[in-house]
């Protein structure tokens, strides 16, 4: 497997533009999770989702984002409209679920500049 | 809510033993991991434990956790200067498939 691919591996924007990050989870795992990484805040939990079904967006900034899952290989993060402070390394990352399963993979992650 | 805190820097001489320290507040925590993210790269998962074991080893990692005081540590012995790396530490709680990381824990090693 090759697995969890993310792209772009880049983004640059001019503010106000719409972005989408978009996910392929490795194939099999049935959780998936967005996250953001910042120097200031770390590594944040955006999102995640089990079974395609969006389980906890508690850590979704606010209403410009958004974060669809439209089937098990496939899952896309919107910002709109982007702000500088969206600036970021968003990471999707998959896992099979259950509880005796233990690690979650990572995708090479996004960096996103908003200009 | 749940949260995970981690000291920023840690600064060590190639050969000696690193010590990354982890504290976090899920008392429901089931699992608690380790993670290395290398430059421009995504998080790898280097070792996990099991909320009812209060030590682990692996080769060169050691890993304990004092479940009373919710703290977590990795040791990493004879480090070298391919170890230098943000190290994040995660917990999971009960039922859930929700992992929490820390801050990460930037790890420079010198020679």
């Known amino acids: 497997d090759a697995g969890v691919i993310q792209s772009p591996r880049h983004e640059v924007t001019e503010m106000g533009q719409e972005v989408t990050l978009r996910c392929k989870p490795i194939?099999?795992?049935?959780?998936l999770f967005w996250y953001r990484q910042t120097m200031m805040r770390g590594l944040e939990l955006l999102i995640y989702?089990?079974?395609?079904?969006?389980?906890?967006d508690s850590g979704m900034p606010e209403d410009r984002f958004s974060a669809k899952m439209p089937n098990a290989s496939f899952s896309t993060l919107k910002i709109q409209p982007s702000e500088p402070r969206d600036s970021a390394v968003y990471f999707c990352?998959?896992?099979?679920?259950?509880?005796?399963?233990?690690?979650?993979?990572f995708g090479q992650g996004t960096r996103l500049t908003v200009v | 809510g749940e949260d995970v805190e981690q000291s920023l820097f840690l600064s060590v001489r190639e050969g000696d033993s690193s010590v990354i320290n982890c504290t976090y507040t899920?008392?429901?925590?089931?699992?608690l991991y380790w993670y290395k993210q290398e430059p421009g790269a995504g998080l790898q998962l280097l070792t996990y434990?099991?909320?009812?074991?209060d030590m682990k080893q692996d080769q060169r990692l050691t890993v304990l956790l004092n479940k009373k005081d919710k703290h977590l540590s990795l040791r990493i012995a004879d480090t070298q200067t391919g170890d230098s790396a943000i190290y994040f530490c995660?917990?999971?709680?009960?039922?859930?498939?929700?992992?929490?990381f820390g801050t990460g824990t930037r790890l420079q090693v010198f020679p």
């Open positions: 990352a998959s896992k099979r679920g259950g509880a005796s399963d233990t690690e979650a993979f």
């Open positions: 194939s099999g795992h049935n959780s």
């Open positions: 989702f089990n079974n395609n079904v969006p389980i906890d």
């Open positions: 899920d008392s429901s925590s089931t699992y």
């Open positions: 434990i099991f909320s009812n074991m």
């Open positions: 995660a917990e999971r709680g009960s039922g859930t498939d929700k992992l929490i």
